[in-house]
């Protein structure tokens, strides 16, 4: 069993910042890649910003230059440092672990946290 936990989530006004932290445990024997992604109202969930255990790092362009993702391969952590944030940046924010290897689990699986809430707005 995997989970991921996030924190960091609140509300702050436009030019501000955030960061967000995710933690993954479980029976976990590597981790490939981890991300965030968002979920705005009425919208889809979209990339944010993921990178793999080799520190290859893929930012969307939405948000390319102010914030920026960090991970802790060794303690299956991940951070997402978000600067001059924009009313725009407001969803609901999601942990990634992708392709996930386990004790006695044959395969790879993916998982998501439960999402922490992100609201930037005077």
């Known amino acids: 069993q995997v989970q991921l936990v996030e924190s960091g989530g609140g509300l702050v006004q436009p030019g501000g910042s955030l960061r967000l932290s995710c933690a993954a445990s479980?029976?976990?024997?590597?981790?490939?890649?981890m991300g965030w992604y968002r979920q705005a109202p009425g919208n889809g969930r979209e990339l944010v910003a993921r990178e793999s255990s080799g520190g290859t790092i893929h930012y969307a362009d939405s948000v390319n230059g102010r914030f920026t993702i960090s991970r802790v391969n060794a303690r299956n952590e991940v951070y997402l440092q978000m600067n001059s944030l924009k009313p725009e940046d407001t969803a609901v924010y999601y942990c990634?672990?992708?392709?996930?290897?386990?004790?006695?689990?044959?395969?790879?699986?993916?998982?998501w946290g439960q999402g922490t809430q992100v609201t930037v707005s005077s």
């Open positions: 479980g029976s976990i024997l590597s981790i490939d890649t």
């Open positions: 990634s672990a992708e392709r996930v290897q386990q004790r006695r689990v044959i395969g790879v699986t993916d998982h």
